[in-house]
C-alpha cells in the first residue's frame, strides 16, 4: 500500500482511481455509470484487494461526490467500511499506528460530507485551461519600440 498521509486521496490506489474518474468525467463520458463500470473493470484487482479494496471505494465515492452523481450503493459502501473500520485495520498496526486517531477522525468527517449532496457539482466535459498570456496587452509577435535614456530606440518581440 503506498499511503503517505491520512487523507482520503492520501493513497497510490485511490488517487489513481480518483484521477482515472475525473479525467473520464472531463472527457464527456456518457454517464456516471458507464464511467463506474469503466473504473470497475480497469482497477478489479484494487477493489478486491484486502488492503486496497477500502481506499478504492473511498476514493470512488469521493469523485462521484465532487460530480454530483453519488450513487446510493456507493454511498452505501462508504458508509459500510467506515463503520466496520475494515480501512482502519492496517492503519492500526501496518501503515502508521500513530496516525491511527488521526485517519479516524478523517473518515468521519468524510461520511458527513458525502451524505449531503455538494453545492456546486463539477460540470460535466472539457475543462476550459486558461492560457497563462490570456491577458497579454499585445499579441506574441508584435514589434514595439522602446526609447532608453540617451534617446535611442530598441525593438522588443513579444513572445
Not at 500500500?1 to 491520512?6: C, K, R
Not at 463520458?29 to 458507464?34: G, K, L, M, N, T
Not at 488492503?51 to 459500510?80: H, N
Request: hydrophobic residues 40%; charged residues 30%.
Amino acid at each position: 500500500m503506498g499511503a503517505w498521509g491520512t487523507g482520503i486521496l492520501q493513497d497510490d490506489a485511490a488517487l489513481d482511481i480518483y484521477q482515472d474518474y475525473l479525467r473520464r468525467w472531463d472527457d464527456g463520458e456518457e454517464s456516471a455509470v458507464s464511467i463506474r463500470a469503466g473504473i470497475a473493470e480497469d482497477f478489479a484487482d484494487a477493489f478486491e484487494d484486502g488492503e486496497d479494496g477500502p481506499v478504492s471505494w473511498l476514493a470512488l465515492a469521493q469523485a462521484q461526490w465532487e460530480c454530483g452523481v453519488l450513487q446510493a450503493d456507493i454511498l452505501a459502501k462508504a458508509e459500510e467500511i467506515v463503520v466496520d473500520g475494515s480501512d482502519l485495520k492496517q492503519w492500526e498496526v501496518a501503515i502508521h499506528p500513530e496516525s491511527y486517531g488521526r485517519r479516524r477522525g478523517v473518515l468521519k468527517r468524510f461520511l458527513v460530507k458525502i451524505r449531503t449532496p455538494r453545492a456546486h457539482p463539477r460540470p460535466q466535459g472539457p475543462r476550459r485551461r486558461r492560457s497563462p498570456y490570456a491577458r497579454a496587452l499585445y499579441p506574441a509577435g508584435a514589434c514595439l519600440a522602446i526609447q532608453l535614456s540617451d534617446g535611442d530606440w530598441v525593438p522588443c518581440w513579444c513572445w
